[in-house]
């Protein structure tokens, strides 16, 4: 669990598809050219909104979504996932860097300054992981969870990111 100001936040990160597949949702972004496009664009908008870089990685199809997952989950939740976690989204979406194998992976963590970055090379393929991920994944599901992004606050879900005000207005009832 991470403090951050006056709210615990704590990530659970989990394989949107594997996700979607297990509660029955189909991806129609992907499936969908034109809401695909669409989406793109909106994303964009989004972006824009918050003031995030949006530069997405043009290596991001062939880049392997689960084993950054497994890399986020290698690290204990807290400060150092949440560090790990800002690295990777800033190098997909943000600052593209090279993500296609353990050691670069590895390499970007410890140049984000996450502890114990170095030695998650060897971690991230093995099976200890995917198994964490898996049950991650089934969590998620038995949730509610059919997509992302997906916030909880207690077990009041919220999906989407037009939805953060929603959450704002929960989480300061429940204060």
């Known amino acids: 669990m991470t403090q951050t100001g006056d709210i615990d936040l ?7 598809i594997d996700v979607m597949k297990r509660v029955g949702n189909t991806p129609t972004t992907i499936t969908c050219k034109a809401k695909g496009a669409y989406a793109s664009v909106d994303l964009g908008r ?7 870089p949006m ?12 084993l950054l997952l497994r890399a986020t989950l290698a690290i204990p939740d807290g400060p150092e996932r949440r560090k790990a976690a800002t690295a990777l989204f800033n190098a997909m979406w943000g600052e593209p860097a090279p993500l ?5 992976i590895a390499a970007l963590l410890a140049a984000a300054g996450v502890a114990g970055a170095a030695g998650l090379a060897e971690m991230m393929d093995g099976a200890v992981l995917e198994a964490l991920l898996d049950a991650a994944n089934a969590t998620a599901a038995e949730r509610g969870v059919f997509g992302s992004p997906t916030f909880f606050v ?8 037009d939805r953060l ?3 704002r207005d929960t989480m300061g009832a429940a204060a």
């Open 100 to 104: 296609g194998s353990p050691a670069e």
């Open 10 to 16: 704590t990530l659970h990160p989990f394989d949107v």
């Open 165 to 167: 005000d929603f959450m």
């Open 154 to 161: 207690g077990t009041e879900m919220f999906f989407g990111n």
């Open 46 to 52: 989004w972006a824009r909104r918050y003031g995030v």
């Open 55 to 66: 530069s997405p990685n043009p290596k991001m199809r062939d880049i392997d979504g689960r």
